[in-house]
């Protein structure tokens, strides 16, 4: 027996619906603002800042984990070869996202994608450098998708769900058996970091 493509549209449709209500979040407060950032490679080159500078001490001081969706202030401090704390405002730069310095010396980091990224502060002709590992985001958007659209009563699908953050980011999301809508007498079998099996 087959399973007609209509029946089997409607059944995704169905699982997406019930996973994007239980799976969405509701998100607030996202980064939309006017600021112009930097965002350059900060190599090979001299900055601003003492021109006595011999240290930078970057806090936090990393790696530092980050989602994606949020943002992150760095404090950048100066030293002399002496070890004295001196005046200035460094000059920041990313190797990813961006920076916005907020006077003296701290900056806030806006990431975007996900992966591991660098933060560098720079005064005179001395650097300083924080690793930034980007994480998934909240939840944005989901998408369902199997690996057949047409198929027999004896045969199974693969379905995954996919999460995307607000940023474009995705992953494979999880969704436990108890959160799955299936039609009366078929079952559906999930495991962490695989595809959930949907046996008609």
């Known amino acids: 027996m087959k399973i007609s493509r209509t029946y089997f549209s409607a059944f995704l449709l169905s699982i997406l619906i019930l996973v994007s209500t239980s799976y969405i979040p509701i998100l607030s407060d996202q980064l939309e603002n006017g600021i112009e950032y930097e965002s350059e490679n900060a190599s090979a080159r001299t ?18 984990t980050l989602p994606a969706d949020q943002s992150r202030l760095f404090n950048a401090t100066i030293y002399n070869s002496d070890g ?3 005046g200035g405002t460094p ?3 990313v190797s990813e ?6 006077g003296g010396s ?9 992966g591991n990224h660098t933060v560098w502060a720079c005064s ?5 450098s924080v690793q930034v590992i980007v994480t998934l985001g909240a ?3 989901i998408n369902l998708s199997g690996n057949k659209e047409n198929l027999s009563a004896d045969e199974v699908v693969q379905l995954t769900v996919t999460e995307f953050d607000i940023r474009g980011n995705s992953g494979t999301m999880f969704v436990p058996s ?9 079952s559906i079998h999930v495991q962490p970091g695989q595809s959930a099996i949907w046996t008609p």
């Open 97 to 102: 996202g961006s920076i916005a310095p907020q």
């Open 47 to 64: 900055c601003s800042g003492p021109a006595n500078t011999d240290s930078i001490i970057i806090l936090p001081p990393g790696p530092v």
């Open 91 to 93: 000059d920041w730069s």
């Open 124 to 128: 005179a002709e001395v650097t300083a």
């Open 139 to 141: 939840t944005q958007s």
């Open 106 to 114: 701290e900056a806030i980091y806006y990431p975007n994608l996900i």
């Open 84 to 86: 004295i704390l001196l």
């Open 178 to 186: 108890s959160d799955w809508t299936i039609p009366e007498g078929s």
